[in-house]
């Protein structure tokens, strides 16, 4: 989601699109770089079932993304174009600040902040609320929306974090984990890895 938050966010930025937002553009044409790298390394190591399963979701959005540059310079022109691209961004931009939902989830219910990672939280937060201001300044509401929507999220992750930071690492029975006991051994099951997926 990242990776497409991304892409569309860079081409709204750019001149033709959206005037005066270059800047949108080199920022997320960065990041849309470094998020390729990732979603790369993931599929080199991933297990045979995770990178099919990921490989069909690049596959989805690389084709959004294709979908909304075709249809914004194929049918569309000015403001039309603006608008159409400001809203698949904000659409997507928010869903991308959304996908840690489920972890803060998790950390509620264990009370434990073991897979929130603190510098990921404090930097969603940072980007989420500088790209909000961005937007105030620029008065670009496809801009300042979905980045007030991140900064209030990274804002309840810190929050979280500072309520059950005291209760790292610890597990709770019945709860992150389940001791169950197979051939005479005890085993521990560890939350599934897609309950962490969004979050990486």
């Not at 979701?57 to 310079?73: E, G, Q």
């Not at 961004?89 to 840690?100: A, C, E, L, N």
């Amino acid at each position: 989601m990242t990776l497409l938050n991304c892409l569309l966010s860079a081409w709204y930025g750019l001149p033709f699109v959206s005037p005066n937002n270059l800047l949108v553009s080199t920022v997320n044409g960065t990041g849309s770089a470094i998020e390729s790298v990732y979603v790369l390394i993931f599929l080199m190591f991933a297990p045979k079932k995770e990178k099919t399963k990921i490989l069909g979701l690049l596959t989805l959005i690389l084709s959004v993304f294709a979908a909304v540059v075709l249809v914004s310079l194929l049918a569309l022109h000015g403001n039309g174009r603006k608008f159409f691209c400001g809203t698949a961004m904000t659409v997507f931009s928010i869903i991308m600040y959304g996908s840690p939902l489920t972890i803060m989830r998790l950390v509620i219910k264990t009370k434990s902040v073991e897979f929130m990672p603190f510098f990921l939280s404090l930097f969603v937060f940072l980007c989420g609320t500088s790209w909000f201001v961005f937007g105030l300044i620029g008065k670009d509401p496809f801009v300042a929306i979905p980045n007030g929507f991140g900064c209030g999220l990274g804002a309840a992750q810190l929050i979280l974090y500072a309520i059950y930071r005291d209760n790292k690492g610890q597990k709770r029975a019945g709860e992150s984990m389940e001791m169950t006991k197979s051939n005479g051994k005890t085993h521990e099951e560890k939350p599934s890895s897609d309950s962490f997926q969004s979050q990486v």
